[in-house]
């Protein structure tokens, strides 16, 4: 085995999307990432850290696809990855502890992690196959064991290990039961691998084999795998098949959005108004402010700290009391929806709508992550087969699909005034995500390819796993949104006590307050939008506005330009051009649609 940091292992982790592949690698670093019952989550493979005794090894979590076949960004990614042809700029660093801070693969991996899924074993022994192709050792990792026993089936181990020729371990990622044998498997198999090649490789499976692949794992199915004579489906697996069905798929689908929209409304407004309001307008705020005035003299720097717009003051109010409660409240329904399996479902109810712009149902997933950050929601096309797909897809994200933390703004913003409004604003993001889509779809080159969406099982959702991601995405928030707000909070506080934001107000007062039919202080939230989306919105809950007014610059904050992390994705995925396009689009229509409501709301105001 190699024992130098420098050559430390590589193994590789492959299997389909949505079997438990992501909660294995969680298992065996102690890293945690994304974890959905959906495809389409770890679009990017991540790198981490693991024990094989003394030794230390990278594991690898190859982006979950179903052939090598080369079909779509995800499988060309993991067949670079079994070639060792990933360079480190295509690597997503983990920040988490135990996460690695400087790799790259630059060589053929030592080991493979075959991950197959014991209840659609047919299906990924077709893909064991052709990770064998490439001979690197491997072993093979039988996850979702539960549901085998659940159903009344039973799989002989030993004779599917005797089958593939390579070591076959059972297990349940969710419980963390076999995670121990699999690192001891590891262990054995790279030890021997490095001692006795010649006896240890399993033969490679020929490319002229290709097309007698799915008889051979249809074979070896029927010989390891047995059913229950009499098999009844489960109530789950009832209403699993109902829920993708128009009725009652549909009427539940309204109700359960319903539920979901209250939850995040609800669980979050309680949240703001009797836990994280009071803590920091009370005791926080009012704390830090007597430390920094014992120590800081009056003056400019004292109000760029703690005055009307303090780093201290509206830098800890904003983030943390308008928009926190809210990310909490969207990622525990989100949470719910992925892990039950509904998410899914929901994609192949809405298939039809979809059609009708020309992508698959499965373009619902990064349409969904759009409501959380655009940001994953953009890599996530890389699940798509085309460019078109692709595109499409990413301009109905910038155009209308607000982030987490604007939501939690629209909500603070129009909630407690009008349900009506807060409301009217989500059915107008729905429209014009439609449109942008219809129109992008319309004018793009080529034709929709023939795809296929999984539907995975009904599950009963586990409050640990729930907890833990919901906590993962509120840390990921503080780090990644609320402490950059705190920072441009700062930047408005400078403008704002050196008179600045003023000249600001002046310069765009034809168009905010001509145009929009704004106050002149409403510009400051246009230019810190750039930066950070949610602030379009965020600063206008302490302006005293009208409805119609609120209502007019939600839909400009809406519709405005991607923020700048969001630009350097697209410049990334896409190319300047396309970047400058959207940027470009979305300004014109943002200032566009809001002088029209604003026009339009006077008549009956």
């Known amino acids: 085995m190699k024992t130098s940091q420098q050559d430390k292992l590589n193994i590789l982790m492959i299997g389909q999307p949505n079997i438990g592949k992501s909660v294995m690698f969680n298992n065996l670093t102690g890293l945690n990432i994304s974890v959905a019952n959906y495809v389409g989550t770890t679009v990017e493979f991540t790198a981490g850290e693991m024990k094989l005794g003394q030794q230390k090894a990278n594991l690898i979590d190859v982006p979950g696809t179903y052939t090598l076949e080369i079909n779509n960004e995800a499988e060309r990614v993991a067949v670079e990855m079994l070639q060792g042809r990933i360079s480190s700029k295509k690597i997503n660093h983990c920040h988490e ?39 690197i050792p491997t072993i093979v990792v039988l996850n979702r064991m539960d549901l085998i026993k659940d159903r009344g089936e039973k799989i002989d181990v030993e004779l599917l290990s005797k089958r593939l020729g390579v070591p076959v371990i059972p297990t349940v990622a969710i419980d963390k039961a076999g995670v121990d044998v699999v690192k001891e498997a590891l262990s054995q198999m790279l030890y021997t691998e490095n001692t006795e090649k010649e006896t240890s490789r399993t033969p490679a499976i020929s490319h002229e084999y290709r097309e007698e692949l799915w008889k051979k794992a249809e074979e070896i199915t029927q010989e390891v ?67 920094i005035e014992s120590f800081v003299p009056q003056g400019f720097i004292l109000e760029v700290l703690i005055g009307e717009y303090g780093i201290f003051v509206k830098g800890l109010e904003w983030p943390f009391t308008l928009v926190l409660p809210y990310v909490i409240s969207f990622y525990l329904a989100l949470s719910l929806m992925e892990d039950c399996g509904y998410l899914p479902r929901l994609g192949a109810l809405l298939d039809g709508l ?46 209308g699909i607000p982030c987490v933390a604007q939501t939690g703004a629209f909500i603070s913003l129009l909630a407690e005034r009008s349900i009506i409004g807060l409301l009217m604003i989500f059915i107008f993001s729905f429209l014009i995500v439609f449109f942008a889509g219809m129109v992008v779809f319309k004018i793009l080159p080529g034709n929709r390819p023939h795809t296929i969406l999984e539907i995975p099982e009904l599950l009963l959702p ?14 990921n928030y503080i780090g990644e949104g609320a402490l950059p707000m705190m920072a441009i909070v700062g930047v408005a506080a400078v403008f704002y006590e050196s008179g600045i934001m003023e000249r600001i107000g002046e310069f765009f007062s034809p168009l905010v307050v001509g145009w929009l039919g704004l106050p002149a202080e409403a510009s400051v939230p246009l230019i810190l939008g750039i930066l950070r989306r949610e602030l379009t919105v965020v600063p206008l809950v302490d302006m005293d506005l009208t409805m119609l007014q609120l209502f007019t610059a939600a839909v400009v904050g809406l519709l405005y330009v991607p923020c700048v992390a969001i630009l350097a994705t697209l410049a990334r995925e896409f190319n300047l051009k396309i970047t400058a396009l959207i940027l470009l689009s979305t300004s014109t229509f943002a200032f566009l649609i809001g002088g029209i409501i604003m026009r339009i709301g006077s008549l009956f105001v």
């Open 225 to 291: 795998k047995t059913k229950p004579e009499i098999s009844q489906k489960s109530t789950r697996e009832i209403w699993g098949e109902r829920l993708v069905r128009p009725w009652p798929g549909l009427p539940l689908a309204g109700i359960i959005l319903m539920i979901v929209f209250g939850i995040v409304v609800g669980f979050g407004m309680s949240l703001r108004r009797y836990l994280l309001l009071p803590l920091f307008r009370n005791i926080i705020i009012p704390g830090i402010s007597r430390v």
């Open 97 to 135: 502890e135990g996460g690695l801070q400087d790799f790259k693969i630059d060589e053929r991996p030592d080991g493979v992690i075959s991950m197959i899924d014991a209840h659609h074993l047919e299906s990924s022994l077709y893909l064991f196959f052709q990770v064998m192709e490439y001979q």
């Open 354 to 399: 979809l059609n009708k712009l020309g992508l698959p149902g499965s373009s619902m997933v990064p349409l969904l992550l759009g409501y959380g950050c655009g940001i994953p929601a953009i890599m996530a096309t890389r699940q798509l087969s085309s460019q078109k797909e692709r595109l499409t897809v990413a301009t109905m994200v910038c155009f």
């Open 462 to 475: 586990r409050g640990k796993v729930i907890a833990s991601k919901v906590w993962s995405k509120v840390k």
